[in-house]
C-alpha cells in the first residue's frame, strides 16, 4: 500500500490557523475530492473536528487516543489506522500537523498556496527523505482566494 500525504500549505509551510484553513481554494478542494473517492482518509482528531462530518465515499479513519465519533474508524495508533484500511493500493493521510509526521510516506502532493499567512499556528515541514518529481503550472479557479501550485514528491530512501 503506498501512504500518501495531501497537504496544502502557505510560502512558510503553515497549513493552519485556529483551527481550521487560513484560506479558501474550491477549485484544490474539488482536485482533493476527486483523488481520495473511494480512499480511505486517515486524519487527526483535530482535522476531523474541522471538518465535522466524515467525508462521504471514503474510508474515515480518525487516530485519536480518547475521542469518538459516529460514521468514522478509531484508532488508537498510526500501525492501527493502517490496519483498518484493509487490502487497498494507497491510503490517504490528510493531517493535521502532528498526524502526517507520524507515518513514512512514499508520496507528498503538496499544494503550495501562494501567500504567506499571518498569524497562522499550524505547520508542516517536508521530510527530508522527499524529492520533487513534478511540479504543475500555477493555478487558480475563479472561485480561490489565492492562486496555487501543485508539487509531488516522493520518497527517495
Known amino acids: 500500500m503506498r501512504i500518501i500525504a495531501l497537504v ?14 487560513p484560506w479558501n481554494l474550491p477549485s484544490d478542494l474539488a482536485r482533493f475530492k476527486q483523488r481520495t473517492m473511494g480512499s480511505p482518509l486517515i486524519m487527526g482528531r483535530k482535522t476531523y473536528e474541522s471538518i465535522g462530518r ?7 479513519i480518525v487516530i485519536s487516543r480518547n475521542s469518538s465519533f459516529e460514521g468514522v474508524i478509531m484508532a488508537r495508533s498510526p500501525a ?3 490496519t483498518a484500511c484493509g487490502a487497498v493500493e494507497e491510503a490517504f493521510i490528510i493531517g ?23 498569524g497562522a499556528d499550524t505547520f ?16 487558480q479557479g475563479e472561485k480561490d482566494e489565492y492562486p496555487w501550485i ?5 520518497r527517495t530512501q
Not at 510560502?11 to 484553513?21: D, E, R, S, V
Not at 500537523?97 to 503550495?112: A, K, P, Q
Open 8 to 21: 496544502a500549505c502557505d510560502l512558510n509551510g503553515a497549513i493552519g490557523k485556529q483551527g481550521g484553513l
Open 124 to 139: 508542516f515541514e517536508i521530510p527530508p527523505q522527499m524529492e520533487i518529481s513534478s511540479i504543475a503550472e500555477s493555478q
Open 80 to 82: 492501527a489506522a493502517i
Open 54 to 60: 466524515p467525508l462521504p465515499g471514503r474510508l474515515n
Open 96 to 118: 493535521g500537523g502532528e498526524i502526517y509526521r507520524l507515518f513514512d510516506l512514499d508520496i507528498l502532493e503538496l499544494t503550495v498556496v501562494q501567500t504567506s499567512i499571518e
Open 150 to 154: 501543485l508539487k509531488t514528491l516522493e
